[in-house]
């Protein structure tokens, strides 16, 4: 029996997307998860701040994700919800705070340069322009973590920074 030549590039072309859409399926099982974040409310040009958007955000990393090296453009502060943060800094000194910022908080840990610390659960930090760091989440669970920021109009959420 011979194949008609049309069958045979029907064929082909068939199998041609199944290879394809395997190897798209496979690649996208293969990307590594991603933090999310999410604007939950912002301010352009707030009384006392001309010039500046002051915004409310939502960042989710997944279990096992890290973030890359970066900076802020302005001042952020990173308060964690739930989960674990493991924070890491490169450059500058981070205090980690425990408690509500009008009853007297306290720093329980800093991390300097060179370091790494833990940023738990009901924790949180202030991070300034200069400082370049990233958070990682080493645990199985996501963790979340509400920002507040104060950067010029027009600033990125953050500045990578070369590792």
Same mark, same amino acid.
């Given at each position: 029996?011979?194949?008609?030549?049309?069958?045979?590039?029907?064929?082909?072309?068939? *199998?041609?997307? *199944?290879?394809?859409?395997?190897?798209?399926?496979?690649?996208?099982?293969?990307?590594? $998860?991603?933090?999310?974040?999410?604007? *939950? !409310?912002? !301010?352009?040009?707030?009384?006392?701040?001309? #010039?500046?958007?002051?915004?409310? !955000?939502?960042? /989710?990393?997944?279990?096992?994700?890290?973030?890359?090296?970066?900076?802020? $453009? #302005?001042?952020?502060? !990173? +308060?964690?919800? @739930?989960?674990?943060?493991? +924070?890491?800094?490169?450059?500058?000194?981070?205090?980690?705070?425990? #408690?509500?910022?009008?009853? @007297?908080?306290?720093?329980?840990?800093?991390?300097?340069?060179?370091?790494?610390?833990?940023?738990?659960?009901?924790?949180?930090? &202030?991070?300034?322009?200069?400082?370049?760091? %990233?958070?990682?989440?080493?645990?199985?669970? $996501?963790?979340? &973590?509400?920002? /507040?920021?104060? %950067? @010029?109009?027009?600033?990125?959420?953050?500045? $990578?920074?070369?590792?």
């Amino acid at each position: 029996m011979v194949a008609h030549p049309r069958s045979a590039l029907i064929v082909g072309a068939f *199998l041609l997307m *199944l290879t394809a859409a395997g190897a798209y399926a496979a690649g996208a099982a293969q990307r590594p $998860p991603q933090a999310t974040r999410t604007v *939950l !409310a912002q !301010a352009v040009d707030p009384p006392g701040a001309r #010039g500046r958007t002051l915004g409310l !955000a939502r960042v /989710t990393i997944p279990a096992h994700t890290r973030l890359g090296l970066h900076r802020h $453009p #302005g001042v952020q502060l !990173a +308060y964690v919800q @739930k989960g674990t943060l493991t +924070y890491t800094v490169k450059r500058g000194v981070v205090n980690v705070y425990r #408690g509500a910022a009008d009853q @007297k908080p306290r720093v329980v840990r800093r991390v300097a340069g060179g370091h790494t610390g833990s940023v738990k659960a009901g924790e949180w930090v &202030i991070e300034r322009p200069h400082v370049v760091h %990233f958070g990682a989440n080493n645990g199985d669970r $996501p963790v979340v &973590i509400l920002l /507040t920021t104060l %950067f @010029k109009n027009g600033s990125p959420a953050s500045i $990578p920074v070369p590792e």
